[in-house]
């Protein structure tokens, strides 16, 4: 299936010791525009063995009818997953 809008990953970097992803480049962010308009490269962390965004940058200026910022970044908190042993 070659739908470009559905499938947006265009580049992945992985870890060579572990095989975990660092960072990719994909096409658009979310499902509205200005997000989905402009490629994104995320970066990944790991915390205590999962796989989470860090942190969202545009690779180029989003187009808004207010505005037209350039440098966006999606920082994500840092969350800690639950421990779901007893």
Same mark, same amino acid.
């Given at each position: 299936m070659r739908d470009p809008h559905r499938n947006r990953l265009r @580049?992945?970097?992985l870890d060579p010791k572990t095989s975990l992803p660092v960072r990719a480049i994909v096409a658009g962010v979310g499902n509205r525009? #200005?997000?989905q308009d402009v490629n994104w490269q995320v970066e990944f962390t790991q915390n205590q063995c999962g796989t989470y $965004?860090? &942190? @969202? $940058?545009?690779l180029a200026p989003l187009d808004s009818a207010a505005a037209? #910022?350039?440098?966006?970044? $999606?920082?994500?908190? @840092?969350? &800690? #997953? #639950?421990? &779901?042993l007893p």
């Open positions: @580049e992945l970097w525009a #200005p997000l $965004i860090a &942190r @969202e $940058i545009a037209k #910022p350039y440098n966006a970044t $999606i920082t994500s908190a @840092e969350g &800690r #997953p #639950p421990n &779901r």
